[in-house]
């Protein structure tokens, strides 16, 4: 199975300093060239250190930068009208239409659209539970980056908050 970032889930695993939770993932692991442009070389220049990181494992083929050509996409083209969307969600979303990929993303915007064009997709705390499940992070560890991304600004409701540490729980140790 192949795997799409939007920024979302890159720029919170960094910042918790977890982007080791996506090694597990089959590859390819896909990051479309606006996204890395919006999170790398913008985040990069602005001089937020989850850039450098993701920025790093780039370098290090945790990841691996796609173009997207979106000319030639039906889904791109119903996507880029979608108000909501911005270009790099739509960059993301057509890339894991055209290779039948999941879509990692969080914003519910990207994934009701994703819905309609029949996308999966996934978010950043499913990566973490994965990684609990398949042993790569203790229970403690999902609980801790779920808690960092949140003290970064990674917006949770907490009715979801509350399910995502059940499910921690019930994953043990």
């Known amino acids: 199975m192949s795997w799409v970032f939007d920024a979302t889930p890159l720029i919170y695993l960094a910042k918790a300093d ?11 692991r896909l990051v479309p060239e606006a996204v890395h442009r919006e999170v790398v070389t913008t985040g990069v220049e602005q001089g937020y250190d989850d850039a450098r990181r993701i920025e790093r494992a780039v370098e290090g083929g945790l990841v691996e ?19 909501r969307l911005s270009d790099a969600d739509v960059a993301v979303l057509a890339c894991a ?8 993303m969080d914003e519910s915007a990207g994934r009701s ?4 064009e029949g996308v999966e997709t996934r978010g950043t705390a499913y990566l973490v539970l994965a990684a609990v499940r398949d ?14 991304m949140i003290d970064h600004g990674w917006y949770v409701a907490p009715d979801v908050y509350t399910k995502i540490v059940g499910k921690l729980e019930s994953l043990g140790d």
């Open 18 to 28: 977890r982007l080791d939770v996506i090694e597990a993932l089959d590859e390819p």
């Open 65 to 83: 930068v796609v173009a997207v050509d979106t000319g030639d996409s039906p889904a791109a083209t119903r996507l880029a009208s979608h108000p």
């Open 113 to 116: 659209a994703a819905e309609v």
């Open 135 to 148: 042993g790569a992070l203790s229970t403690a560890e999902g609980r801790k980056t779920i808690d960092t």
């Open 97 to 104: 239409a055209s290779r039948d990929a999941v879509a990692v």
